[in-house]
């Protein structure tokens, strides 16, 4: 009995060697994982693009905007002329974070009824924002500690709800799952039936006959696009346009008592 298997064995390992592309399979998947994992997919929040507003101009809330920048959380990349602008790079999608320090901002410090500045953060990325909040408690540079240093504002998903999160990254899940299958899956049977084999012989090119396969599903894709963004909008409440300023309107008047 050893002996049969261990004949069996041998022989599964000598055609494995004769395999090349089974063999690159075995080295390379593993060092493919290891690399994406420990690389590419990096689940630290650090250097979130930042705009800041900066009404103060004095001397401590410029250490105050240092200190953020060197907590490595965020990344000041631009300026803003107030919270108007802030927005508009929101919306735009240049940043994620937007700091507004008004011009009273050393009088709010000893205030402890009101914050001191502001957090504008893009609600999209749950993750993104816990981590920005913790801004709100950032000791100052040879300052008392106020109770509230920023006040965090959430943009685009205000209310934390799970399905404007989950329902429209479905769209690259459901696309993948569908135009990538539905189309190996006519390719291959095209090839067991034998109609591929027919296609080729016809004047028909190559390429053509690829695309040929291809477009029907494009189309197919941007039909099921158009099913989801109906029923996330419909069914589960999920906007899919407009600004959170817009269906918060108070949210403007809190910016600039």
């Given at each position: 009995?050893?002996s049969?298997l ?5 022989k599964?390992?000598?055609?494995l ?10 080295i ?39 200190a953020?920048e ?6 000041i990349?631009?300026?803003a002329?107030?919270?108007?602008e ?7 999608g ?19 009824n ?35 240093l920023?006040?965090?504002?959430t943009?685009?998903?205000p209310?934390?709800?799970?399905p404007v999160?989950?329902?429209p ?16 899956i ?7 039936r ?9 004047p ?13 599903y ?6 099921q ?6 029923v996330?909008?419909y ?11 817009d ?8 910016l600039?008592?």
């Amino acid at each position: 009995m050893l002996s049969r298997l261990f004949a069996i064995a041998s022989k599964e390992v000598r055609q494995l060697r004769r395999d090349r592309l089974t063999f690159g399979m075995i080295i390379g998947v593993p060092l493919l994982q290891i690399l994406l994992f420990g690389f590419a997919i990096d689940l630290d929040v650090r250097n979130v693009n930042a705009a800041v507003s900066d009404h103060a101009n004095t001397s401590l809330s410029r250490q105050v905007i240092a200190a953020t920048e060197a907590s490595q959380i965020v990344k000041i990349t631009q300026s803003a002329a107030g919270p108007e602008e802030l927005e508009a790079l929101l919306d735009a999608g240049e940043i994620d974070v937007g700091i507004y320090i008004p011009h009273d901002f050393e009088r709010r410090l000893i205030d402890d009824n009101r914050p001191a500045g502001q957090l504008l953060i893009n609600g999209s990325d749950p993750t993104v924002e816990g981590i920005v909040r913790r801004l709100g408690s950032m000791p100052l540079p040879g300052q008392r500690q106020p109770p509230n240093l920023f006040e965090s504002r959430t943009y685009y998903n205000p209310e934390g709800r799970s399905p404007v999160n989950i329902v429209p990254a479905l769209i690259g899940v459901i696309l993948h799952l569908t135009m990538v299958l539905f189309t190996a899956i006519a390719i291959v049977r095209e090839r067991e039936r034998g109609n591929l084999e027919l296609l080729i012989t016809t004047p028909v090119k190559s390429a053509e006959l690829m695309l040929g396969k291809i477009v029907p599903y494009v189309l197919i894709g941007l039909i099921q696009v158009t099913l989801i963004l109906w029923v996330s909008q419909y069914l589960f409440d999920v906007p899919v346009r407009g600004r959170v300023i817009d269906l918060y309107p108070s949210f403007r008047s809190e910016l600039m008592n």
